[in-house]
Nanobody
Framework: QVQLVESGGGLVQPGGSLRLSCAAS????????IGWFRQAPGKEREGVSC????????SYKDSVKGRFTISRDNAKNTVYLQMNSLKPEDTAVYYC????????????????????WGQGTQVTVSS
């Protein structure tokens, strides 16, 4: 069964850090570009970061550049998103996806039908 499972979300104070994990089962993650997306209440889903399958190059949404770092561990079939200096506006449900169209210059390209998605993990940044 093909599955992506996110974990690592939680409640953190402004300025704090979290590391999200995206673990794959039923397929090999390193064949795919992997993107992180987020959706806050009442807002549209947005791409946050992406890591390519070919050379591991990364890209980020402007508002998270310098604070977030995406990485992959192919041996563990897992992609990570290290989030530092978190802000209240980072509060959202975070999702990972295996992307057919790969990465753009500022995060993942559009998700298309057939791409794999996880169920999401809640990140809340609040004092």
């Amino acid at each position: 069964q093909v599955q992506l499972v996110e974990s690592g979300g939680g409640l953190v104070q402004p300025g704090g850090s979290l590391r999200l994990s995206c673990a794959a089962s039923g397929f090999t993650l390193d064949y795919y570009a992997i993107g992180w997306f987020r959706q806050a209440p009442g807002k549209e889903r947005e791409g946050v970061s992406c890591i390519s399958s070919s050379d591991g190059s990364t890209s980020y949404k402007d508002s998270v550049k310098g604070r977030f770092t995406i990485s992959r561990d192919n041996a563990k079939n897992t992609v990570y998103l290290q989030m530092n200096s978190l802000k209240p506006e980072d509060t959202a449900v975070y999702y990972c996806a295996a992307l057919s169209l790969g990465c753009g210059l500022k995060g993942p390209r559009t998700v298309v039908e057939g791409d794999y998605w996880g169920q999401g993990t809640q990140v809340t940044v609040s004092s």
